[in-house]
């Protein structure tokens, strides 16, 4: 089956540093990645999808600016959370397509302090 | 009206039970229809997923759709304690750029 590896699976940081969260598809190339929030017992909130070698969409209401998503090659995307304040503590999970199916990564959950 | 609708829960049934989660949806141009188990403080695990109508069995799980009704439902056959999840169903489409649609997910407990 198609997996999607997700790094790190935790992190804690302080406020006000950045926080690198990675997506590969490790036996499969994903031109769209997406990456989701979800809070504590709610469904997930798509925040962008991704496209290699283009700029990613994001939803209403995601600050393009805090949530910086590079989607450099075939089987890599990062969501890079800049300047993390406490409200950011939750947990993303992203997923990559392929063939109008999504696969998951493990999701990662962030702690800012 | 929300594109995808499923019953939150929770569901609670007794072990060796069969479970029914169901959905139902809006958009006539669904093709794809997945769901997926989700434990908790993890990623999404896509269980099955069906093109068009039909069903579809994999071992104690079974998916149906019905596109004349927009409703698909998952069936757990001699559901065990490790099926405790939140069960989420989804959709899209058949053309490049569309929308996975995704259900609020339904809280499953099964008691020993």
């Known amino acids: 089956g198609a997996v999607v590896s997700q790094h790190p699976s935790w992190v804690i940081c302080k406020s006000g540093t950045s926080v690198k969260i990675e997506c590969r598809s490790l036996d499969f190339q994903a031109t769209t990645m997406f990456w989701y929030r979800q809070f504590p017992k709610q469904s997930l909130m798509l925040m962008a999808t991704s496209n290699e070698g283009s700029k990613a969409t994001y939803e209403q209401g995601v600050e393009k600016d805090k949530f910086l998503i590079n989607h450099a090659s075939l089987t890599l995307s990062t969501l890079t959370v800049t300047s993390a304040h406490p409200e950011d503590s939750s947990f993303y999970i992203c997923s990559a397509d392929t063939l109008n199916i999504q696969y998951f990564g493990a999701g990662t959950r962030l702690s800012v302090l | 009206q929300k594109e995808v609708e499923q019953d939150p829960g929770p569901l609670s049934v007794p072990e060796g039970a069969i479970v029914s989660l169901n959905c139902t949806y809006s958009?006539?141009?669904?093709?794809?229809f997945m769901w997926y188990r989700q434990y908790s403080r993890k990623g999404p695990e896509l269980l099955m997923y069906t093109y068009s109508s039909g069903n579809k069995e994999d071992g104690r799980f079974t998916a149906q759709v019905d596109k004349s009704s927009k409703y698909i439902s998952l069936f757990i056959r001699d559901s065990q304690p490790s099926d405790s999840a939140t069960y989420l169903c989804a959709m899209s489409g058949n053309t490049g750029g569309f929308k996975t649609i995704f259900g609020a997910g339904t809280r499953l407990f099964v008691k020993a």
């Open positions: 958009n006539s141009a669904f093709q794809y």
